[in-house]
Structure formats: C-alpha cells, structure tokens
C-alpha cells in the first residue's frame, strides 16, 4: 500500500518557527526602543504627568514685618494662625462626614453642603481661617477625608483704637488696606516661598523633595510715633469730647526741629483687630483727609505775611472801633470792640478787624503766596495715602471779600496736619519741614518767611496763653507757650450753621519749640463751644506729660518758683499751728504772683452775617 506524499510547501515547520522567531524579535525590538523613548528621549514629559499625581508645591507662608514705635515698641505684629481647608471632591464622597464636620467647625450643615457643592469641580477651597491652632487640631482631630490644615499669619495690633487711624489694618490676606499698612505694604509684606512635595492619595505630605525659593519674610518698619504720647492726646481727646459732647476731633504732635509726627489721633476711631464691625465712615484718618476752615488760627500767617512785605512794623496801631465794619454788602465784627490794637494785640484778643486792615495793603499774588509757602492748598507729601491738599483759590478767581476773610481764617480749608506743618515752620524759624510718620526720615526743608519775621510773631503768640488772650487754658506751668486759637463756623447749604469747629495750635517751650500740637473738636454741643475752653485745655494736658516723658527742661523758672513758693504758703497755711515763738523763727518772705484772670473768648470769625 502506498503512502501518501506530504505536501512540505503546505506543513514547513521551519520556516514557521523562523517567522515566529522573527516576529518575536520585531516585538521585542518595539518595546526595547519604546522604554528608550519613554525613558531616554521623553522622559520629562512622563515624569511630569507622574508628578502631577503626587508632587505638589506649596506655598511657604511668611511673617509680615513688625511695625514699632520711635522706642522699639511694637505697634503691629505678626503672629501664626491656623486655616483649615478641604478638598471638595473628596468630600463629597463622605457626606456621611459632612455633619460631623459642619459641627466641628461650627457652621450650619447645609451651609457647609452649599459650598462644597459649588466648588464640587476644585480640589481646594477654605473652611475655616486664620484661627488658634488649638482650634485647627481639634477639627482635625475628626479625622474627616480630605479636611487639611496650614499655616498663615495673622496681624494684631495691642494697642488698639488709639492707634488705628495711623497704622490701618490688613485683609484676610494680610495685605495692607488703610493707613500705614497700606503705604508701606510692599517693604512689609515679604515673600512667600515655595517647597514642593510628595503627597499621598489622602493628601498627606510623604516627602519634601527640594525647595523651590525660599521665604523673605517682611522687612520692620520703625515709625516717629511715640505711643506714650499718643495715648496722651487719645485719652485728653476721648475726655473733651465726652464733656462737650462733640462729633468728632483730632490731635496731631509734630517735632519742630524734623517733622517727624509724634502723635496723630481721631475721634470716633475703630477696632483694628474687629474690623469688620466698624462703618467705613470712621475708617478715615481726618487729621490727613478732612477738611476746615482754619479761623483765628490764620491770624499769625496774616501778621507774618505783613511784616515780610515790610507794610508794617510790631508798633503799628489800629483802630477797630466800634466793633465791626462794613465790606461791600456784608458786616464783618469782632467779639467784643477792642478799640486801638497794636500788631501784637490783634493776635491776642484775636481781632477779626485788625486781620483784615493788615491784609488790606498786600497784593492778591503776593498773599496767595505766602499763604501756599507755609503749606496751604498743597499735598503735605508726608506719605500718608489719601491725604488732602485743602482748598486755596488762585486770586484770579476771588471776590472783593476773598482776601478780607482769608486774613482771619475764611474762605480756604486746611487739614489739621497741614495747620501743625505750618505753625511748626512759625517755631523753626520760618523752614517749612513737611512731616514724616517715619523715624529718622528728614524731608527736604524750605524757608517759607524770614527767621526774624517768624521769631517776632512766634513772640506775639506768647500774649495768647497770658493772661488777657484767649487761651490761658492751654498755659503749661514752667514752660512758655506760644499759640492761638480758632473758633470758625461751620459752612452749609447757604452760608454758616451756627455749629462751630473748634481749634488750638500751639508751640511748646515758646523760647526754643520742640512741639508743635493741633487739637481740633468739631461741633461741641455742651456748653461753651469756644475754642479756649474746649481745645486748649487738651493741649495743655497732652503737652505738660509730653514735656516730661520727653525730659524737655522748663523755659519759665520763675513762674515755676512762684508756683512752688504759692503751693508751700498754702500747705504751712493748712498744717497744724505751732507755738508763736517758733512761727516768728520760720516766717518766711514770699511772694505770691497775682491770680490769673478768666481768658477771653475768641469766636474766630463769625465775619459773615
């Protein structure tokens, strides 16, 4: 029987296991070079999409820098707070865990259901910010998924509403909003750094694997305020405005010799460390940003600005009888009719009518330039942000009255800070110094008048707080205290309201000034509403602790020696009597100086009727 022929074209095992072989090769050719390309030729982009899994960087929070005052006491620090944060699409896989997180937050449940579900396509959103860390370890304690902590700074300021208007506050992101802050946010602020890790699908960081940049934390910043003086002029401001009931107020101390601003206060203030709660009506610095009209304050600007003219002499004489006088279709009146004035005498009874006979023969121009020399209707350019630059109409633009009203503190506005530059150039010896807030700052000086021109009235200012002138209130026992009052309507819808602004600007000791102090009260409704018996005597009470915190030596001995010498007459009068031969033994020779007369009251204007 015969077999049958195998067809091998049909059945060729060799050439089979050849092509398998081959394919093998090909296949295992394909992964070699494709792990080549993965790994050699485009790994960075593989080890990108792994990292985006895993690594993450994140921000290295960083501290802002301390504010202090001139003394190194600290006025704004930094301190480390707590912000809990979740991951919303992990969360909303364990709502069975929501309620028990919404109670450890302390936050109504749907509430917290709300804001996740509106942030359910985000891996990041807060929960709970700027907290104790105490309170941060105790919601995590729960150990709910996808809940995490980290570290932020939170700005606290201890000393509170006395200093809020100068220093401001910050955000919930701790950059400067007001004040300080805000104009010095970018040397305060610092840099955050950046580190990148590891992290588990939990979100847990497993491992630091470099540093990105490193953090800068906030550079301190060292302020002229003296916070022992600034609680003075708050406190004195709280009380008077208490006892007059008054809407509002400021208190602004500047160095003479450099501008640099030892204290600043308004009334209403706020809490900076509550913000939230304050309206931003009281926000505003109004030492800096509110406007008013000057009044008698104007009066030694106006003496000033005559005898550098050389219009006059101190010995001129006028006559302000009888009492008032007419310009065009208005009456322009004093307090009281003073009769014959000297130069001296119009600042010290603080006469409206003999302001307006100095300024009578002065050129427009040239009064408007004297007026803007010592800092009126410019910037003050002491950094402070939002400060304003007043109003002070270019004498092409004034009326037959204009000048006769500015003379004596009408028709211009001013901030307190630019009336305390300027009597501050009044005790400099005529060199206007715009002001600083920082320590050691020494702006850019001018002459605004001639030294012995400002000399000569700083002297005439003297008259003001002994007795017969309108401040005897803001007198200092020791010291020599040149000043002058201001007591100006205030403008409204048709003319004047019978609603007054109150004003004292002062200098202190009179014979060498090292302060320069402006209490303004608005609207005093209790009583007198002059400003020698509202704003001076806060001056006099904010200066006397000044003048001894700041260890200024007294420029009046005598007085001070008669005081002591009435102040012992009176305790030998009330101690026990002693026998007669021994009163003849201790009798003493004393003088007694002779009791200080009641000041006068000086309305500042009251021009327009």
Not at 64 to 91: F, K
Not at 484 to 503: D, E, I, L, P
Request: charge should be neutral; proline fraction near 6%; glycine fraction near 10%.
């Amino acid at each position: 029987m015969n077999r049958p022929v195998r067809n091998r074209s049909i059945f060729n095992l060799r050439g089979r296991m050849m092509l398998v072989g081959v394919t093998l090769g090909l296949c295992s050719v394909a992964l070699v070079g494709r792990a080549a390309y993965v790994q050699l030729v485009n790994a960075d982009f593989y080890q990108r999409q792994g990292e985006a899994r895993f690594v993450r960087e994140i921000p290295i929070p960083t501290s802002r820098g301390m504010i202090t005052d001139r003394n190194g006491e600290p006025l704004a620090v930094s301190t480390p707070v707590e912000s809990v944060w979740g991951n919303p699409q992990e969360l909303m896989h364990h709502q069975d865990r929501l309620p028990e997180l919404a109670r450890a937050l302390g936050v109504p449940q749907d509430e917290l259901i709300r804001r996740l579900s509106q942030r359910a396509d985000k891996e990041f959103v807060y929960l709970k910010r700027r907290i104790n860390p105490d309170q941060a370890k105790a919601i995590l304690a729960h150990n709910v998924p996808g809940v995490f902590s980290q570290r932020e700074f939170r700005r606290f300021y201890p000393q509170g509403e006395a200093m809020a208007h100068v220093l401001g506050f910050t955000n919930i992101d701790d950059r400067g909003q007001e004040g300080l802050e805000l104009a010095f946010d970018e040397w305060l602020r610092g840099k955050p750094g950046a580190k990148r890790v590891i992290r588990d699908r939990q979100g847990r960081t497993v491992e630091n694997i470099d540093l990105v940049r490193a953090a800068e934390p906030g550079k301190d910043l060292t302020l002229s305020i003296d916070r022992r003086i600034q609680f003075l002029a708050y406190r004195e401001l709280r009380n008077a405005l208490t006892a007059h009931n008054a809407s509002s107020g400021s208190v602004v101390v500047m160095d003479v010799a450099t501008g640099e601003v030892l204290a600043m206060v308004n009334l209403p203030s706020y809490n900076p460390n509550a913000v939230a709660g304050a309206s931003q009506d009281v926000h505003r610095n109004r030492a800096v940003t509110d406007l008013v009209e000057p009044g008698s304050t104007m009066k030694p600007i106006t003496v000033a600005a005559a005898l550098n003219a050389g219009k006059i002499t101190a010995a001129n004489r006028y006559d302000t009888n009888p009492g008032y006088m007419a310009l065009g279709k208005y009456t322009i009146r004093d307090h009281h009719n003073y009769g014959v004035l000297d130069v001296t005498g119009i600042i010290t009874k603080s006469s409206n009518l003999g302001a307006v006979k100095l300024s009578e023969p002065l050129p427009n121009q040239y009064f408007y330039e004297f007026i803007r020399g010592f800092g009126y209707g410019a910037a003050p350019h002491s950094g402070f942000p939002g400060e304003a630059i007043g109003s002070l109409r270019e004498p092409a633009r004034w009326d037959g009255l204009t000048k006769a009203t500015m003379s004596y503190g009408y028709g211009l506005s001013v901030t307190p800070l630019q009336i305390a530059q300027a009597y501050a150039a009044l005790g400099n010896h005529g060199r206007l110094t715009p002001p600083t807030f920082v320590k050691g700052q020494i702006n850019e000086s001018r002459q605004a008048v001639k030294p012995e021109i400002a000399d000569q009235v700083l002297r005439m200012m003297q008259t003001v707080t002994e007795p017969g002138g309108t401040a005897t209130q803001a007198a200092i026992l020791g010291y020599h205290v040149a000043g002058k009052t201001g007591t100006a309507r205030q403008a409204s819808a048709g003319g004047y309201a019978k609603r007054y602004t109150t004003t004292f600007a002062g200098l202190v000791p009179a014979s060498n000034p090292r302060f320069a102090t402006v209490v303004v009260i608005n609207d005093p409704q209790s009583g007198s509403y002059f400003a020698g018996l509202v704003s001076a005597p806060v001056f006099r009470s904010v200066m006397e602790d000044a003048l001894r915190l700041m260890d200024v030596p007294p420029d009046d001995i005598d007085t001070w020696l008669a005081a002591q010498a009435k102040g012992e007459a009176k305790r030998q009068a009330s101690a026990p009597k002693l026998p007669t031969a021994i009163d003849e033994e201790y009798e003493e020779d004393l003088t007694i100086p002779p009791a200080m007369t009641e000041a006068g009251a000086d309305t500042g204007g009251g021009g327009h009727r």
